[in-house]
């Protein structure tokens, strides 16, 4: 069992890079600690694979190093690494049984058979694969191949870390809930450090600990779901998780007001002394459709806005607003009035973000 560090790493698919955007992955510097259950997340294309790839040594790194226990093991072809992987699609021998495929990996390092017997069954009755167990490969259905391939992946107890990529795509959704808690649980017994790789926002955060979001080859925070939520450091990640995601409102000042366009916005005067010392005109206040007051009479130091529609989901609504030009969604819960007409609303201080050229800034609460 190892951490991993990735030190100052690269990675471009191009023989002649130009610019950032030719890297699959731009320079980062990061740690996976031993025995993390960690999520990768980000959309399709931002370089989750291409990393998992260059830990498991499949690809050469263009430049920089990656680290298990504090050792570089860029020279060490993928076997010598110690890691197990687990691919989107199934990697198994179609001729061979369901048994012998999960016996490979342990008897590909001579383990014993007693302890190769041991293991398979206790692997296959996780997963669920104990009737499969005489079968051939190639007579399973898409689901139970990948379930093989997830055992192949999970059977042997001595690898550094075990890398999962977007490995339940191919898994009808109940059982899929069913092999994240499986997952969950094999982490927790055998404390494995665990790489998660995923699109999707909810299986990362019932899955990892800690999730690093990915966005155009680069990791742009590394936190719990909750300070991802509470705190995003990047306009992506405020974008990408929740649901729908944190509002981001252009702004200025003008004649000591905060303004989004033309319309001023009823921020504390911290707010407007970040926003007027910000070195940069790219500057988005941001705020999370939860955390917007949205009042069905006037308030004091409420903003005016207009209610375009409102989305009822039971627990709780998404009302459509316009603050001025810009549209705004902020989430009610159902036993708060839902406004028609007109509304007014509060961006309460404490849960304003301030983003400058994309990044969070901090914002002086004295
Ligand atoms: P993800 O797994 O997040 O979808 P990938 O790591 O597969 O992303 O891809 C990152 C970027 O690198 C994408 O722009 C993709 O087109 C490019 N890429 C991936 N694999 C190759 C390859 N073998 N050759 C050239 N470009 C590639
Ligand atoms: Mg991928």
Redesign the pocket.
């Known amino acids: 069992m190892a951490e991993i560090t990735l030190k100052s790493l690269a990675h471009t ?2 023989t002649d890079p130009q610019s950032p955007e030719d890297y ?1 992955i731009r320079e980062m510097n990061h740690v996976w600690h031993q025995g993390g259950a960690y999520a990768l997340l ?12 260059i830990i498991s040594g499949l690809l050469e790194p263009s430049s920089g190093e990656v680290l298990f226990d504090g050792e570089v093991v860029n020279a060490l072809p993928p076997e010598a690494r110690n890691i197990a992987q687990v691919f989107q699609f199934p990697v198994i021998y179609d001729t061979m049984t369901v048994y012998d495929n999960l016996a490979f990996p342990l008897r590909n390092v001579r383990t014993p058979e007693v302890r190769v017997r041991e293991r398979v069954m206790e692997v296959a009755d996780v997963l669920e694969l104990t009737a499969q167990l005489k079968r051939k490969a190639k007579n399973l259905t898409a689901d139970e191949k990948q379930k093989v391939s997830m055992g192949r992946g999970l059977v042997r107890e001595d690898v550094s870390a075990i890398l999962f ?2 490995p339940l795509t191919v898994i009808d959704p109940q059982l899929k809930w069913k092999l994240r808690r499986k997952l969950k649980e094999i982490h927790q017994r055998f404390e494995i450090t665990m790489v998660y ?1 995923t ?1 999707d926002q909810l299986e990362a955060s019932t899955f990892a600990d800690k999730i690093a979001v ?1 966005y155009e ?1 680069q990791v742009v925070q590394f936190g719990t779901p909750r300070e991802l939520f509470e705190k995003p450091n990047h306009t992506f990640v405020g974008y990408f998780i929740g649901s729908p995601g944190m509002n981001f409102l252009e702004v200025t000042t003008r004649d000591g007001r905060v303004m989004a366009g033309d319309t001023r916005l009823t921020v504390g005067n911290n707010v407007h002394d970040a926003v007027a010392n910000a070195r940069s005109s790219n500057i988005k206040l941001g705020i999370r459709p939860e955390f917007i007051e949205v009042h069905a009479e006037p308030v004091e130091s409420g903003m005016e806005a207009r209610v375009e529609h409102a989305q009822d989901l039971g627990t709780y609504s998404i009302v459509y607003l316009k603050l001025g030009n810009i549209s705004l969604k902020a989430r009610i819960e159902e036993d708060q009035k839902t406004p028609s007409g007109k509304a007014w609303l509060r961006f309460p201080d404490d849960r304003i973000g301030l983003y400058v050229d994309e990044f969070r800034v901090e914002i002086d609460h004295e």
């Open positions: 698919y191009l699959a980000g959309p399709s294309g931002c370089g989750k694979s291409t990393l998992l790839n990529d977007e790789v699109h990915m080859g």
